[in-house]
């Protein structure tokens, strides 16, 4: 059974471009977070989604946006890109409507450099 | 704010040794997750504990959760070079597939 699948795993970007990240979820997951990973901040939690409904947001600008399709495959986006936004970008997937004991599994991420 | 503070942050130990990393918050988890992530790599789940004061057993590794659902420590027994790496715990709250994280401890050891 195939993991969570991200794409691309690296990119290079200028500052005020955008970018776009892929996530394919475990078959049968219906449940989808994105984290963010830096250095001085760790895993940071940016949203959650399940049944292509925005379920959580963590404390992250309006920059950051995402989204789910029918097939529970997500994307994220950030716009207007700075230095700061350079990170591990970790998708994440669960097999139901999230609850107590619901085990979440990671991707292998996509590395975001912004130059 | 929801924190989890997990220590301690380095550690660094000769082949052969015990060692436990502990977490802790003030805050109650539904349940709590330990992770190990390699470097350019995501986090790879090591187990889910949902019961307070449960324990759970991974070969050389013992994961407990407190009694009240706020904290857990992880103790691995007679550390193996291959268990070098960045060991995570991230806590769920309520109804919901956010995750807090603590800031991990970076785990080495020397052969």
Redesign the interface.
């Known amino acids: 059974k195939a993991g969570?699948t991200?794409t691309p795993r690296y990119l290079i970007k200028t500052r005020g471009q955008q970018v776009t990240l892929s996530c394919s979820p475990i078959s049968g997951h219906r449940?989808v977070?994105w984290?963010q990973q830096t250095p001085g901040q760790?895993?940071?939690?940016l949203f959650?989604y399940?049944s292509e409904t925005q379920?959580?947001k963590?404390n992250f600008p309006g920059r950051f946006s995402g989204r789910q399709f029918s097939n529970s495959r997500s994307e994220m986006n950030v716009s207007t890109l700075e230095l700061g936004d350079s990170a591990l970008y970790?998708c994440?997937s669960?097999l139901a409507?999230?609850?107590?004991?619901?085990?979440?599994?990671?991707?292998?991420?996509s590395?975001l450099t912004v130059v | 704010t929801q924190l989890l503070e997990q220590s301690p942050q380095f550690l660094s130990i000769q082949e052969g040794e015990n060692l436990t990393v502990y977490c802790n918050s003030s805050s109650v988890f539904s349940s709590l997750q330990w992770y190990r992530q390699e470097p350019g790599e995501g986090p790879v789940l090591l187990v889910t504990v949902v019961t307070g004061g449960e324990v759970k057993k991974l070969k050389r590794l013992t994961f407990q959760f407190g009694d009240a659902r706020k904290d857990s420590s992880l103790h691995i027994t007679a550390a193996q070079p291959g268990d070098t790496g960045l060991y995570l715990c991230a806590g769920a709250m309520g109804n919901t597939g956010k995750l807090i994280f603590g800031q991990g401890t970076t785990l080495q050891v020397k052969p």
């Open positions: 969570v991200q449940s977070s984290y760790g895993l940071q939690f959650e399940f379920r959580n963590g970790l994440a669960s409507e999230p609850s107590s004991g619901n085990t979440i599994y990671f991707g292998e991420g590395w």
